[in-house]
């Protein structure tokens, strides 16, 4: 795959980098893992298979030899040869022809038949930028680049072989639709702020900061402060856990995050709701709503439940 035109901060990535967080290593990989997986799913992959996050502006790829791409995320448009391909979709592409990628709003997630084959690192293939290393030599795509693609395993044949139009009729479900609200579980510190800090952080909007990136989200708006020390012995922290540093305005951490912080956290942002802080961008408003963490638990178990299902639905299909 021959990258003509690479957009901006666009890069490989997995399911992430597991097992090496006790060494200072970030998990890395797609700040929405879950969309990655099913488009990995549509094309035949394997869930971990590589592909392609995308920010922002327009990405151009061509291809050696015939492949199936499908995508999910934000708002985008993408041509494949020039037909539209929409969203949750199967789509081929010939040898030859281009796929346009033009990003408008958010992040997207880009699969290929038989993902991308960059070299592993530490059991992953994904891009971490601020350590340099993964994905493509640890940094994002630029113009010309080549990225070498794996053979195509018997389902992904089987899905184009079947694949009567240049589009799939039928599509991966919907898992989440955009919210301004972010559900989050009580904090390791949640304690160590007082009710009406803890009732205005949950009544509030906060707006995102735009030096906001793939490590945090910053939040701008009313101080949230602890009335214990605001700053404590280092401690684990991993995505989702929202930080309140000295200035009063939390973070909430993405993949690309630390290991270890050490301001007060006053939540963690459930899983299946890490897709929608990823969607968030510069001056966008966001809330929290506090659940149980037998709720989150349940939405996850939820939403795992509808992917094996979605998986067994194209395995019955095509295999």
């Known amino acids: 795959m021959i ?24 998990v890395a990989g797609a700040l929405d893992p879950v969309s990655l997986r099913l488009m990995n799913l549509v094309v035949g992959n394997d869930q971990a298979a590589a592909g392609l996050e995308i920010a922002s502006g327009r990405v151009r790829l061509e291809f050696d030899d015939e492949r199936l791409i499908a995508w999910c995320g934000g708002e985008f448009e993408v041509l494949a040869g020039g037909t539209p391909v929409p969203q949750l979709h199967c789509a081929r592409i010939s040898a030859g022809a281009i796929c346009e990628i033009q990003a408008k709003r958010g ?57 009567t139009e240049a589009v799939s009729d039928w599509s991966a479900p919907l898992l989440f639709m955009p919210r301004p609200v972010l559900r989050i579980v009580r904090g390791g510190r949640w304690d160590d702020f007082e009710d ?18 793939r490590m945090g989200l910053r939040l ?69 709503e506090l659940v149980t963490l037998a709720e989150a638990q349940e939405l996850l178990l939820a939403q795992e439940s509808n992917i094996a299902l979605f998986r067994a639905g194209l395995q019955a299909r095509f295999a």
């Open 107 to 163: 992040r997207a997630w880009l699969a290929i038949s038989g993902g991308i084959d960059v070299p592993e690192v530490l059991g992953s293939r994904s891009t971490d930028l601020r350590a340099h290393f993964g994905g493509q030599n640890g940094r994002a795509l630029r113009d010309k680049d080549t990225l070498s693609l794996g053979a195509p395993n018997a389902l992904a044949m089987s899905i184009g072989l079947r694949l």
């Open 196 to 213: 009406g800090v803890r009732a205005k952080f949950l009544a509030r909007k906060f707006r995102v900061a735009m030096n906001s990136d």
């Open 220 to 288: 701008e708006g009313d101080q949230i402060l602890s009335a214990k020390a605001q700053e404590l012995p280092s401690e684990a922290v991993a995505p989702g856990t929202i930080q309140v540093p000295r200035d009063g305005g939390p973070i909430v951490l993405l993949g690309d995050c630390q290991t270890i912080g050490g301001y007060p956290k006053i939540g963690h942002v459930i899983t299946v709701d890490l897709a929608r802080a990823a969607q968030l961008q510069p001056l966008d408003e966001v809330g929290f």
């Open 3 to 26: 990258v003509l035109s690479a957009g901006f901060q666009t890069t490989v990535q997995d399911c992430g980098r597991f097992g090496f967080r006790k060494f200072g290593v970030a």
